[in-house]
């Protein structure tokens, strides 16, 4: 008998302990002091494959109705983008995270591009800061802005690679160059997502389109992209490179077609180069439907074929389509993909949740007192535009104008568009907030001065000239004429691309009829792309290159106009003089026939008669407008002293370059000091000029900075003739200077 009960107690005992485990096994994943690699691993282990593939499954919130509750509540839908106010998140949040079996929560994405409510510059005004800090700050108030309305995840930054200004996404873009984009993007990145993935105010980064999608071409959005493995891994790949290695959570797969591959389902820069060389461990995003266009591309016959190639080429989400959602148990079942894959998928994705804190603070949201359109996100976003207007001309110095003129006439359609200044990829940006250039002029110049403004065109697209008596008659009664004039917001952004570059509607027009005033003409250009405006630069004394601005526009541009603030602005891209130069940019290789400086000076659009079998133009130069790194200053700056540490690296070894940057002129100011390198002989050919380091340094006027870069090997590494990224030893020139064109020069050799 008493062996009997002994045996009972131990039984009760047995399943006491077994029931006590199960319950500390379920619970694992819910424990925050796990490793999060426990976590996950826990959770994929209870998920069922339903759930698995329900992570998988993006959906655009167009309504709330019982089709979705249900569909949260079973498990199948992974995440959100633009899923309404805080309220409507909160509410299909308490579903997943209360109704569904396993409390998964949802992650909720967005575009969070230039700002959230305090809209800063376009992302290419962004890099014409060439303020990697300015621009991480913008971003870090916009990952606070978003996080307080719930929002836990941005499409940002975009990083392509981006040569021709025809293509409407150059706006969003960090300009032409892999180096400059590698440091803004990872700057973006870091702003995002601060140093704690998982604190209130931080939010995901999405570094996208992975990958190439900038080289569309002809500059048309959505264009096929033919891209040579070498410059592939030389130009298009580092800067998202650099966003992964500054912890970038997760990355978004293009529409463009890579070589006869699709971005979506391309197994080598997918898995190949993102999961196998960089170890990446966050995940991949579609873009909008970009799995299922792989059926009109000719790569998918169906969607089960897009979710076969998408899933082995490893995209772990899809956007909006539903190729996993109806395809992948199908293809489990038949063994064409494994479970190890598809669990390798969700890991990713959940991985990035646990690391945003999610599973913790589900409601997660920035509770902090406001920041939204904060005195210090206005002075910020002021700022980084003021930093980002790019002064192109300046003829007899005449900007800055004097706060003491009389009466000043705004002329232009922009001058006053509190829409267009915002940009493109703007969704929550209100024009209400936005200070416009009309507003801000009146104020900061007071009541002693009279401004007058006529639009001269309904809109920058119109060619109505019906009002360009009005505007003749404003710049008749001023001393100065500022004209604001350029690309509405409308002009540039996804699918937004131009065949023409130029300024549109009947504005040069209007600037040709107010020059012939003879007031003196300060044009103002906002513009989402580099314009052309080859025959409008003599008919005005300046131009100040404004991109879209942002809601501080209007401030920014004042300050620099009225030499409050000198502008310091460079170009991130080069301005071409004809849409027939493009593409065109600074890092070209050299040819066998460069040409010389005798075929310079051919006028647009005059054929030239033949001097000499060249590569060059016989109708325009062959030099662009304004070269990439350009930009004027009220100061002037003098560069010398060049030194290096020494004229030989020793291959895995470095050198310190320095030179002493004086102002010279009359105002403090700031300046991009840049440093560019040729490789002069390769075994595959080697870019004119590269560059490899800029520093933006404060000068009072009259002061002079040292300024040092240090160059090691490895900063010389390209992909070489075997496909080795190593460095060669042989000859070098460098050049410090303030653009991409002039410099102080030396040699030196890596042996
Ligand atoms: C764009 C992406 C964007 C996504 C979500 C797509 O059309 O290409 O850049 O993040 O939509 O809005």
Redesign the pocket.
Known sequence: MKNQQAHVILILFLLFINTALQLTAQNIYKDSSVPIEARIKDLISQMTLAEKIGQMQQNHLSKKNDEVFNEIKLGKIGSF??AGDINDKFELQKIAVEESRLGIPLIY?R?VIHGFKTIFPIPLGQAATWNPEIVKLGSAAAASEAAEVGIHWT??P?VDISRDPRWGRIA?SCGEDPYLAAKMGSAMVEGFQGNDLSSESSIAA?A??FVGYGAAESGKDYNTTIIPERYMRDIYLPPFKSCIDVGAATL?SA?NDINGVPASGNEFTLKRVLRDEWKFDGFVVS??ASMTEMINHGFCADETEVAYKSVKAGVNME?VSQSYANNLEKLIKEGKVSEDLINEMVEGILRVKFRLGLFENPYKQLKEKSQTLSAEHLTAARESAEQSLVLLQNTDDFLPLSKLSKTIAVIGPLADDAQAQLGCWSPDGDPENSITPLKAIKQLLGEKTKVIFAAGLDNCRSTNTEKFAEAVTASKAADAVIMILGEDDLLSG?SHSRAFIDLPGAQEELIKTIAETGKPIVLVIMAGRPLTFGNIVKDVKSILYAWHPGTMGGPAIANILFGNVSPSGKLPVTFPRTVGQVPIYYSHKNTGRPPSENQLGIKMGTPENPVGFASYYLDVDYTPAYPFGFGLSYTTFEYHDLKLSSNEILMGGKIEVSATIKNTGKYDAEEVVQLYVRDLFGNVTRPVKELKGFKKIHLKAGEEKVVTFSLSTGDLAFWNIDMKYAAESGDFTLWIGGDSQKGLKADFKIK
Do not use: I
Request: glycine share 6%; with cysteine.
């Open positions: 983008l633009n994405g575009d499409f940002a975009m969003e999405c996208k389109h978004m529409f873009d909008w956007m996804e």
